[in-house]
């Protein structure tokens, strides 16, 4: 009777612990889905859509902002294609029922480049900014990765295909392939350079296309480098050239990244520093920009960290950095899982944010910046 007794207690205890371990459970999940993300006062929420959003780009004038996507008007209608937005108020302007994997207006801000697959042909679609009239398609030919499209100082339309830079006039459709290799170009607001990136490496060529200096990127004190490069960038001055990559490594199975930040003078094309922006994580979307001053960065970045049954529902987030420091100034709070692009604005203020459940759109508190 008494070794029963103790069996029934031991029972209860073991039963009481199981409850008390299964509540710990649910309570440390509840707390990593619903626990706010710290943030700084830096930039404030100016304006958001509800929907599904994949790229962004801002007008010169900062007075439009050009997303590709769909959001919800109302609770029976949605809106999809080519979205323009007005900065200022977040009225939907205008919507255009193409297509997009890649965005760009022209220097004057006229036209809009959109770049595009359709049955593994690459296409681009030339659309004029006032009417959303489409000027012209350009057909680039096959390829396994959508081409890249972004407009040169001159007003020429450069699109990256099939691992070349071309040059395409829009008034008459003419395309004049470059010998140029390269996955993402650049171009510097006075015409000077055209910067190419081909790997771990970027080429930087006079208007002409003349070789000038190559770059190498790579982590301090370490060669051959694995590095993706996602974005390059001028200075708005002109001065300074700035790239923005991953690193990567693998460590077992996992395979990790941190984001690196590269700047190089552009007077005698001197690397002036080159500092990781984040620690090796496992999970990197690989989102990021450049504000035009070469100041600050953009990257998706997930924080804090939070464990999450087999890495299924890891989450992410935009946080800023300073350039020169690589100290983060803001870590926006999320309300999307996953960011599919972010875009400054040309002139700094504001910062773009498309993922699966809409657009938001942040405003730097500076008054400096217009």
């Known amino acids: 009777m008494r070794r029963q007794k103790i069996l029934s207690t031991a029972e209860k205890i073991l039963s009481f612990a199981s409850i008390l371990f299964l509540i710990a459970i649910v309570v440390f999940f509840a707390f ?60 939907l302007a205008r919507s255009i029922g193409a297509h997009a994997n890649d965005l760009s207006f022209s220097p004057d801000g006229r036209l809009l480049a959109a770049s595009y697959q359709e049955q593994g042909m690459n296409k681009v679609d030339v659309f004029n900014v006032a009417d959303g009239r489409k000027m012209r398609t350009i057909v680039m030919g096959k390829s396994l990765d959508s081409p890249s499209v972004t407009f040169a100082s001159d007003g020429r339309l450069a699109i990256v295909h099939n691992g070349k830079l071309w040059f395409v006039e829009v008034d008459n459709g003419e395309r004049i392939q470059t010998k140029i290799q390269a996955t993402e170009v650049a171009f510097s607001p006075d015409g000077r350079f055209i910067a190419a990136c081909w790997k771990n490496w970027v080429s930087i060529f006079d208007g002409k296309g003349k070789m000038v200096r190559k770059l190498e990127v790579k982590a301090e004190k370490v060669s051959n480098t694995n590095a993706s490069i996602r974005k390059l960038s001028f200075s708005r001055d002109g001065k300074k050239f700035v790239v923005l990559w991953l690193e990567r490594k693998q460590v077992w199975l996992s395979s990790q990244m941190r984001w690196w930040v590269s700047v190089w003078g552009t007077s005698d094309w001197e690397l002036e520093h080159s500092l990781p922006m984040t620690h090796f994580q496992e999970r990197t979307i690989g989102v990021g920009d450049i504000d035009s001053n070469a100041s600050l960065v953009a990257v998706s970045d997930p924080f804090p960290r939070r464990v999450w049954l087999f890495g299924i529902f890891s989450k992410s987030l935009i946080a800023v950095y300073r350039l020169e420091d690589g100290q983060v100034i803001a870590r926006l709070p999320r309300y999307g899982f996953h960011e599919n692009d972010v875009a400054f604005s040309p002139t700094g203020r504001y910062l773009a944010v498309a993922h699966v459940d809409g657009i938001e759109l942040w405003e730097f508190k500076d008054s400096g910046k217009q």
């Open 32 to 91: 990593q889905l619903f626990y706010p993300t710290p943030s700084f006062p830096t930039f404030s929420l100016k304006w958001m859509r509800t929907g599904y959003v994949y790229k962004v780009a801002f007008s010169p004038k900062v007075d439009l902002l050009a997303a590709y996507g769909y959001i919800q008007k109302s609770f029976e209608r949605e809106v999809s294609g080519l979205l323009l937005f007005s900065t200022s108020s977040g009225q």
